[in-house]
């Protein structure tokens, strides 16, 4: 491919949040490493623009005498996007934001998330609908997981969300993609980013996802959890790249019976 075609194809495959475009469609999270050190190194490691941070687990200024988040992974080097782990509750979620863009100067970009129990993780979509009304009026860019529900999905986006992130299994379990065909539907009736949160536990899970038409994946566990943090962060790049590309290239249609890859039809015997 010559530079003027790389060119457009990279501008027509721009990946763009709230008006800003990035590089990697990989988004990955700040906790759950060994230390500070090793979360540096692994999310130097994924190619990672932005990132998400727990805003109730993670000092960002709120206690000066514990090490803090921005010093290692500095905001002028990432898109830091404040999450609301932990809420179970509407008003919780919008604390949390609120306090978010209170220690970062400003900052509207969220990702909100409001769950249902302790046991499952699953999102309390009704409190997370809430939640999102009075953030959207409220003037901040809400990125919102939610449950891979394909009308809830529509729904929040024309409330005003700026990207959808569906699970594809209950957060930290691993299981990978469970429903791939409403998540496919999601994806082909957006008008707004779709991101896979949630469910991821390996390199295929990621490219499977990439390969559904998904704009890009937020995960954490499955990074932070490996054995090798720093190289699964690597094989995660490669994964959601090589997905990205045979989304693009368009794959073979699946058939019952065989195609032979060098017909006899026109040759000479």
């Given at each position: 491919?010559?530079?003027?075609?790389?060119?457009?194809?990279?501008?027509?495959?721009?990946?763009?949040?709230?008006?800003?475009?990035?590089?990697?469609?990989?988004?990955?999270?700040?906790?759950?490493?060994?230390?500070?050190?090793?979360?540096?190194?692994?999310?130097?490691?994924?190619?990672?623009?932005?990132?998400?941070?727990?805003?109730?687990?993670?000092?960002?200024?709120?206690?000066?005498?514990?090490?803090?988040?921005?010093?290692?992974?500095?905001?002028?080097?990432?898109?830091?996007?404040?999450?609301?782990?932990?809420?179970?509750?509407?008003?919780?979620?919008?604390?949390?934001?609120?306090?978010?863009?209170?220690?970062?100067?400003?900052?509207?970009?969220?990702?909100?998330?409001?769950?249902?129990?302790?046991?499952?993780?699953?999102?309390?979509?009704?409190?997370?609908?809430?939640?999102?009304?009075?953030?959207?009026?409220?003037?901040?860019?809400?990125?919102?997981?939610?449950?891979?529900?394909?009308?809830?999905?529509?729904?929040?986006?024309?409330?005003?969300?700026?990207?959808?992130?569906?699970?594809?299994?209950?957060?930290?379990?691993?299981?990978?993609?469970?429903?791939?065909?409403?998540?496919?539907?999601?994806?082909?009736?957006?008008?707004?980013?779709?991101?896979?949160?949630?469910?991821?536990?390996?390199?295929?899970?990621?490219?499977?996802?990439?390969?559904?038409?998904?704009?890009?994946?937020?995960?954490?566990?499955?990074?932070?959890?490996?054995?090798?943090?720093?190289?699964?962060?690597?094989?995660?790049?490669?994964a959601i790249e090589a997905g990205r590309e045979a989304w693009?290239?368009?794959?073979?249609?699946?058939?019952?019976?065989?195609?032979?890859?060098?017909?006899?039809?026109?040759?000479?015997?």
């Amino acid at each position: 491919m010559s530079s003027t075609a790389k060119s457009l194809s990279d501008k027509l495959d721009s990946f763009v949040i709230d008006g800003v475009s990035y590089t990697s469609r990989l988004l990955v999270g700040t906790g759950k490493y060994q230390d500070l050190n090793q979360a540096r190194q692994a999310i130097e490691a994924s190619g990672a623009e932005i990132i998400t941070m727990a805003v109730r687990r993670t000092n960002i200024g709120q206690n000066p005498d514990e090490p803090n988040l921005l010093e290692v992974l500095p905001p002028d080097r990432y898109t830091y996007l404040p999450n609301t782990a932990g809420c179970y509750s509407a008003e919780d979620a919008v604390r949390t934001c609120r306090l978010a863009r209170e220690l970062l100067d400003g900052h509207n970009l969220v990702k909100l998330e409001v769950l249902g129990d302790e046991k499952t993780l699953f999102p309390d979509v009704i409190q997370t609908m809430k939640a999102a009304e009075i953030l959207i009026r409220e003037g901040f860019r809400v990125m919102v997981y939610t449950n891979d529900d394909p009308i809830i999905a529509r729904q929040l986006e024309e409330m005003g969300c700026v990207a959808v992130m569906p699970l594809a299994a209950p957060i930290g379990s691993g299981l990978g993609i469970r429903n791939p065909y409403n998540i496919r539907t999601i994806v082909e009736n957006a008008s707004v980013p779709i991101l896979v949160d949630a469910g991821v536990g390996t390199a295929s899970d990621a490219a499977i996802a990439m390969e559904l038409g998904c704009d890009g994946l937020l995960m954490q566990t499955a990074i932070a959890g490996a054995q090798d943090p720093v190289l699964m962060a690597s094989a995660m790049k490669k994964a959601i790249e090589a997905g990205r590309e045979a989304w693009l290239a368009g794959r073979i249609p699946r058939k019952q019976y065989a195609t032979a890859s060098s017909p006899i039809d026109g040759t000479f015997f």
